[in-house]
């Protein structure tokens, strides 16, 4: 981001977009909704057909009217009150209040929310009730734990641009391999330590720094958790970036010049 003027100014808006389960190559704006886990005791050879557990009816959601509040997003909203078709469905039913940009929602704005407490007990009873798998035991009686490999990247432009993509997705944040090479390759080239020293940002004292090139209030207002508060960071830089840009632009990919 070279000297922009007044887009520049900080606005913190985390968006948290909420959500998302990690992607592996673009971001996608999906909540995932847990299905519940039942586990229930063995009964009695002895204890009576009627003396069985009888399944309870689904509570029926409830609407109740929240206000926006600054750095709140759909997804975020979504999340913390278990809407389910997350938020895009809460899009849906406030679609007349919200108007054609889900990503512009302003403090004040009233939404109604549908949530029902047996989505929030689905959630906590898939954590709690899945029964815990036992430690595989080599010879000689040692318990070894085993984890799955983590996913690794490549430390360059193309590693960093997919790990940005993965956290995008987990976060919410809209973009795509394409629109942000595209950006880096004319902010940059490619340089995570790519500087600009000469225009009114710089002159400013903030001078535009990184992959694609964020002055610091910019990059601290639009960090996204989870990464470097190094602006220098390439993965950190990107993804900050992105989160502007869909704040702003709705999405990296709508970027085609200075931004």
Known sequence: MAARGKHRRPRTNPLTRGIISAGTGGAALTLPLLGATHASAAEPQSAPAAAQSVPQAAQ???SLTYTVIKGDSLARIADKYDVSGGWKQLYKDNRAAVGDNPKLIHPGLKLTVKTTKTDAAKKTATKSSAPAKPAAKPAGGVAQATQA????????LDGWIRESLDIMAQKGIPGSYDGI????????SGNPQAINNWDSNAV????SKGLLQTIDPTFQAYHVDGTSWDPYDPVANITAACNYAADRYGSIDNVNGPY
Do not use: D, F, H, I
Not at 204 to 207: I, L, R, S
């Open 60 to 62: 029926p959601a409830k």
């Open 181 to 188: 090479y595209r950006n880096v390759m004319r902010e940059s």
């Open 204 to 207: 400013a004292g903030t001078p």
């Open 149 to 156: 490999s983590a996913k690794t990247y490549a430390n360059n």
